[in-house]
């Protein structure tokens, strides 16, 4: 089993540039949560879908974070343009709604801001 | 909105003691309680959980207990071993839905 699987595992960029982050859930699971951890605000729910639709993006900082899914197996998190605030490591998370909703994590992506 | 408090944030024991973290929530809808572990340099990785109809529930060496009146819930793990040390974090679902939110995290270091 392939567990989440997310890409890049980090990535460095420059404030103001367009950076994108991926998910592929476990196949099967129809919700897919993005997170962000940091060392200020610990764990903190961004947005999270189910069958592909948005359901909470309250946790979304600002207009600057998007998020999309396309289909069941893949999603992304766009921030444009970036800031070095934004310099976290951020996790996708998938579970099968109406199972027994447990969250399995990805292994995370590393942003660095400069 | 729902708030998780855990204690401590850092917890040292000797090898093959005990070692017990403590959360406490206040949404009284919530009813489901995750506990993850985080290894340097990875993700969260569930290790154990309980929902509202149970007030105990045990794996091996962890266990987790449930005081719903008092809307604390808590992680026990016995003979500690060195590979035990890592940030681990408890959760509680807002109004008994999907959404979770995280406790601040406790750093476990087993000493030798």
């Known amino acids: 089993d392939a567990g989440v699987i997310q890409s890049p595992r980090h990535e460095v960029t420059e404030m103001g540039q367009e950076v994108t982050l991926r998910c592929k859930p476990i196949s099967g699971h129809n919700s897919l949560f993005w997170y962000r951890q940091t060392m200020m605000r610990g764990l903190e729910l961004l947005i999270y879908?189910?069958?592909?639709?948005?359901?909470?993006d309250s946790g979304m900082p600002e207009d600057r974070f998007s998020a999309k899914m396309p289909n069941a197996s893949f999603s992304t998190l766009k921030i444009q343009p970036s800031e070095p605030r934004d310099s976290a490591v951020y996790f996708c998370a998938s579970s099968f709604k109406g199972g027994a909703n447990t969250q399995y994590f990805g292994p995370g992506t590393r942003l660095t801001v400069l | 909105g729902e708030n998780v408090e855990q204690h401590p944030s850092t917890l040292s024991v000797q090898e093959g003691d005990s070692a017990v973290i403590k959360c406490t929530y206040s949404d009284s809808a919530s009813n489901y309680f995750p506990w993850y572990k985080q290894e340097l340099g990875k993700g969260p990785q569930l290790i154990i959980d309980?929902?509202?109809?149970?007030g105990e529930k045990k794996d091996q060496r962890i266990a987790v207990t449930l005081n719903k009146t008092a809307k604390h819930f808590s992680l026990h793990i016995t003979e500690t071993q060195p590979e035990d040390s890592a940030v681990y974090f408890c959760a509680a679902n807002i109004q008994g839905a999907q959404k979770l939110v995280f406790g601040q995290g406790t750093r476990l270091t087993i000493n030798p």
């Open positions: 879908f189910n069958n592909n639709v948005p359901i909470d």
């Open positions: 309980i929902r509202s109809n149970v």
